[in-house]
């Protein structure tokens, strides 16, 4: 079984439909007092506190009618999905599918709508009565199975069934799914860098090429690497990391799992003149034999590892670091450390498959106790947002071309996360961290200077 299975699809076997990113406004009819309307039913369910307007296929609206965006409910399908799974899941099918737009915000960067959805800060409970008429309006065909957009993935549960989660196996058909859906479109998103982790900022201004640039010198900086030291980068992505730090001498070998990336990186590797230095290979980084490196990156990475697979994850890197060797792990994180779990529906069914949060220090903890020493941590959480700003700013700058690269109901799905990990940053629910660690040398000592040797 692979993470996708065909579905069948009822509430008239509507084909999918072709998601269009219009926002202009649909034309409203006037609606009789007291009248029962669809959007009057999804309207239920709101405080009426969000600058949001609600409108539906049957003209009916509900919210704000000057609010600066909103939802349009383009079909009965829509009305099924939302339905047969309230909340997250169904708006997401919803909106992938084409059946729900946007008004007022562009689906390369929905974060306007999300961020005016925040406001909603209950969810009202009807009255029976109004349950029985809502009931009525909607009818009983939005009860018939139908069948969720082709991006989405059998729920955890089922996956699990199937096959140990982050076993080799598994983990390679969860990078594939996320990282090899196109580099051309990877290109419109992510700009010249190819860097798909968190910049570094110096203002909120700077450009994204240069925070990226700023990322790998901080980094770079922080392990103290020397010309003709060697350094491994786990999940090495397009290989920016490795083109870095290999134009100033040092010899790496990155690997990932995505069979797209290691194509792209190995050509981007020769175009810079720097193959002599730098071996991009197609592999987990549980096959790696070479040990004694000088240094060992988790750019990105750390996400896919799993809680529950931090000690073998991080005992790698002790057996593979030489005596007073650095590692620096670069990561999303969750705000505490007493909560961990899998994202909710868009992360885990359409994005991160097998993705796993916890908070930094769940992870020092880990890195503590296999034996390596913690010297630094730093929080980069704004830095991220400004991050994912951007990303979606190139996404929505190249919209026709990222659709016509893998289709409309893929890009929204990106477009929908970058705009949820953005809020998620703001809010400080989700964060980023940058952990350095050494491998302390026989007999407890570590070389390192006494003050800090990098700067911001």
């Not at 009860?143 to 993935?153: D, F, G, I, M, T």
Request: glycine letters at 12%; hydrophobic letters at 35%.
């Amino acid at each position: 079984m692979t993470l996708q299975e065909t579905r069948t699809s009822a509430v008239g076997e509507q084909p999918t439909t072709q998601p269009q990113h219009a926002t202009e406004r649909p034309a409203e009819v006037p609606q009789r007092p007291g009248q029962m309307t669809v959007a009057g039913v999804l309207g239920l369910f709101t405080d009426g506190t969000a600058p949001l307007r609600i409108t539906a296929f049957d003209g009916s609206g509900v919210g704000p009618q000057d609010a600066p965006v909103g939802i349009h409910v383009k079909s009965r399908r829509a009305l099924a999905y939302l339905v047969q799974a309230p909340g997250e899941l169904g708006l997401t099918r919803a909106y992938v599918s084409g059946d729900l737009n946007l008004l007022g915000a562009h689906p390369g960067d929905p974060y306007p709508l999300l961020k005016a959805a925040i406001a909603f800060r209950e969810v009202r409970r009807p009255s029976a009565a109004e349950l029985v008429e809502a009931a009525r309006v909607l009818g009983r065909d939005v009860l018939r199975p139908v069948a969720p957009p082709p991006q989405e993935l059998v729920p955890g549960w089922r996956r699990r069934l199937h096959g140990l989660t982050h076993s080799k196996a598994r983990d390679a058909e969860v990078i594939h799914h996320h990282y090899d859906v196109s580099n051309a479109f990877y290109e419109r998103m992510l700009g010249p860098s190819m860097t798909y982790t968190c910049g570094v900022y110096t203002t909120p201004e700077t450009t994204l090429e240069d925070a990226q640039d700023r990322k790998y010198q901080l980094i770079f900086d922080k392990l103290g690497l020397r010309e003709g030291d060697r350094l491994l980068d786990i999940g090495c992505g397009w290989g920016g990391m490795a083109r870095y730090a290999a134009a100033r001498g040092i010899r790496v070998l990155g690997v990932t799992l995505a069979a797209e990336q290691v194509e792209w990186a190995r050509q981007a590797t020769e175009d810079a003149g720097l193959s002599d230095l730098v071996e991009i290979r197609h592999s987990d980084y549980r096959d790696v034999p070479e040990t004694g490196f000088d240094a060992i990156t988790s750019i990105g990475m750390t996400e896919h590892i799993g809680v529950g697979q931090y000690p073998t994850y991080f005992g790698f890197f002790r057996d593979h670091l030489t005596p007073g060797g650095r590692m620096m792990v670069h990561t999303i994180t969750r705000a505490r450390n007493d909560v961990r779990g899998r994202g909710r529906a868009l992360m885990d069914r359409y994005v991160f498959p097998d993705g796993e949060l916890t908070g930094s220090g769940r992870l020092i903890s880990e890195i503590q106790n296999i034996g390596l020493e913690v010297v630094h941590e730093e929080c980069l959480r704004p830095h991220y947002a400004f991050t994912l700003r951007d990303w979606a700013r190139n996404l929505r700058d190249h919209w026709d071309e990222a659709v016509a690269e893998v289709g409309e109901g893929t890009a929204r799905v990106w477009g929908l996360m970058l705009a949820g990990g953005r809020i998620g940053m703001e809010r400080g629910y989700l964060q980023h961290h940058q952990i350095l660690a050494v491998k302390p040398l026989d007999g407890g000592g570590t070389s390192l200077p006494l003050g800090q040797w990098w700067t911001r």
